[in-house]
């Protein structure tokens, strides 16, 4: 175990590198499509684009690099990109964590589960998302943070935090209209709206329709998946471990799982069979808001 939680710089160097790099390649391709074409691929780029959530969740817990810097470093540009900002995520994922699954005090149940066709829908869009997420960043940068996760310490953090992302997003806004180009929109904004329905379909899967309880083994769901989404996800479909010890950074949370084969409780096999399942729940009214 004391192993498994050594903290590194080269594992998280190499893959942010790489997920970087990947933007490289889907960025050029929406650049270089004909016609409408760009939006096919700003698709694919915003996949990679909103899955920087991962080095962003890995960053607050601190094990993606041993280099505290590196950690604030890739936290910030992350939550950048997707308007969650690093310190006040950090505040309500630890929150997430040390309550997990418990309604009142678990800060992710303040955003009920689908209980409708409807209501899922509009999770999956991602709309339900940018707007929680735009409306809690404007009122902590007008000063209002009533989040119980936040101390007096935090509260004041988290509004210069959110004063500050508002004041890069102005200059990001203004420096378009100077330069009369659309590049911010064609790299950033359409590509992180199409691309945030596949991380809500992720994100769904870790504790929707796990029980209210404190054993992490059965309030967390792992999802056996694909090589190429472990990559991307930075191995976080072995949710129910990283919820068990988090402390285990992400290149080895594979081999933790290994060495508590048989620990999971709940367990899906790949996300379409997660998702047809739970809509058939929700279509016969059996899916709650947790």
């Known amino acids: 175990m004391k192993a498994?939680?050594?903290r590194r710089d080269g594992p998280g160097l190499r893959r942010i590198a790489a997920h970087l790099g990947l933007?490289?390649?889907?960025?050029?391709?929406?650049?270089?499509?004909?016609?409408?074409?760009?939006?096919?691929?700003?698709?694919v780029?915003?996949?990679?684009?909103?899955?920087?959530?991962?080095?962003?969740?890995?960053?607050?817990?601190?094990?993606?690099?041993?280099?505290?810097?590196?950690?604030?470093?890739?936290?910030?540009?992350?939550?950048?990109?997707?308007?969650?900002?690093?310190?006040?995520?950090?505040?309500?994922?630890?929150?997430?964590?040390?309550?997990?699954?418990?309604?009142?005090?678990?800060?992710?149940?303040?955003?009920?589960?689908?209980?409708?066709?409807?209501?899922?829908?509009?999770?999956?869009?991602?709309?339900?998302?940018?707007?929680?997420?735009?409306?809690?960043?404007?009122?902590?940068?007008?000063?209002?943070?009533?989040?119980?996760?936040?101390?007096?310490?935090?509260r004041a953090r988290s509004i210069a935090e959110a004063r500050a992302y508002l004041a890069v997003y102005a200059v990001l806004a203004a420096g378009s209209v100077a330069l009369g180009t659309d590049i911010v929109l064609k790299l950033w904004v359409v590509p992180a709206l199409l691309g945030q329905p596949f991380l809500r379909l992720y994100l769904l899967s870790?504790?929707?329709?796990?029980?209210?309880?404190?054993?992490?083994?059965a309030n967390t769901r792992s999802t056996v998946s694909l090589a190429?989404?472990?990559?991307?996800?930075?191995?976080?479909?072995?949710?129910?471990?990283?919820?068990a010890n988090p402390a285990i950074p992400f290149h080895a949370l594979p081999a933790y799982a290994r060495l508590m084969a048989g620990s999971r409780v709940h367990e899906a096999r790949g996300y379409a069979p997660f998702h047809a399942g739970r809509i058939a729940d929700v279509a016969a009214g059996r899916a709650g808001p947790a």
């Open 4 to 6: 498994l939680s050594e």
């Open 23 to 43: 933007l490289v390649p889907t960025g050029a391709a929406i650049l270089a499509a004909p016609g409408a074409w760009w939006l096919a691929a700003a698709a």
């Open 45 to 154: 780029h915003g996949v990679v684009l909103v899955f920087l959530f991962a080095p962003l969740h890995e960053s607050v817990h601190r094990t993606a690099f041993r280099t505290g810097w590196l950690n604030r470093a890739v936290g910030d540009l992350a939550g950048l990109v997707l308007i969650l900002p690093s310190r006040w995520f950090a505040a309500f994922h630890f929150a997430h964590h040390r309550f997990t699954q418990i309604p009142g005090r678990d800060p992710e149940l303040a955003s009920p589960k689908p209980t409708t066709l409807l209501g899922y829908a509009w999770i999956v869009s991602g709309i339900e998302y940018w707007y929680r997420t735009i409306r809690g960043l404007l009122h902590r940068a007008a000063g209002n943070a009533p989040e119980s996760f936040l101390d007096d310490r935090l």
């Open 206 to 217: 870790e504790h929707w329709g796990c029980p209210t309880v404190t054993d992490y083994w």
């Open 228 to 243: 190429p989404v472990r990559w991307l996800a930075w191995n976080m479909p072995n949710h129910a471990e990283h919820h």
